[in-house]
C-alpha cells in the first residue's frame, strides 16, 4: 500500500511499516520500551485461562486489581478494565473474543501526561506536553477511561520529556513523523510509557493550535515545502499552566486558572 501511494507521486511524511507496526500493538510497544529501559508496568500476554490466573498471581496491586486492554490498535481505551475479580476479567476477555490479544498489567495511578511530538529524519522539530484532568463522561465507562480528554493542561516537566524521548527511540532509531507518548504516573511519581499514538495527532491538537502552536501546519509545511519552523524553544514552547476545556455539545475554551477564577461567583 505505500508503495502504490508513493507510486503516485504522492508525498509521504511518516515512520517506517515496522515503526507502526509496532507502535499500534501494545504489546510489541511494551516490548520495546522494556529492552531501552524505560520504565514500564509489568505486562501479560493473556493467550489462555492459565495466563490469566498468572496475571492475578504476579502483577496485582495490593487491592488485587490488575488492568486488562486489548492490544491491538483501537483508541477510547478499547477493552479496558481494572479488576480483582477473576471470573469478571473472564467473561470479559470472552465478551470481547479477546483470549491472544489483551494484555494483563500492573496497575498504574490515574494521573496522566501526553508528549505530542513532530520528528524529520531523527530529529527533533517540536514537542509539547499536556497534563490530563479527568475524562469527559469518564463515570459512564468501567475503566474510567473514553479517549476524550476533559480538561488538559500544558506543562513543562524535565523527566516527562526524558521519559518521551527514550520512549520515542525506543520504537525507531530515526524518528521521522508524528509521535505521540502517553503516559500514566506509577506511585513513584515516574512517568511510564503505555502506547506511542503513531503518525497521527491526538484529538486536542487544537488546543496547542489556539494556544500558538499550530502542530499541523507545521507538519503540513514540512511534507510539502519543506519549510521549518522557528522557534525559541523546541520543547514545550507553550507556557504551562494553559487550561483546554471540553464537554458534551458545548465549544471548548482555552483559559488560565485566572479566567476561571474570575468566572466563579464565590458566596
Known sequence: MRDDILATGTKLYMPEHEVIDTCVHKYKSYLAFKQAGVTVPRNLMINTEEDLREAFATLADDTGKIWLRASS???GGKGAIPTSDH???KAWIDHYQGWGDFLAAEMLTPNTVTWLSIWHEGELVVAQSRERRGWT???RS???VTGVTKVGVTCDNALVTQVAMASVKAVSAQPHGIFGVDMAYDKHGVPNPTEINISRFFTTVRFFTE?????PEIFKDIALYGEFPQLEKKINPLPSGLLWLRGMDVVPRLMTTEDINS???FS
Open 137 to 139: 463522561h469518564g463515570n
Open 142 to 144: 468501567i475503566s474510567g
Open 263 to 265: 468566572e466563579v461567583i
Open 87 to 89: 471470573a469478571l476479567a
Open 73 to 75: 490498535i483501537g483508541g
Open 211 to 215: 494556544a500558538g502552536l499550530n502542530m
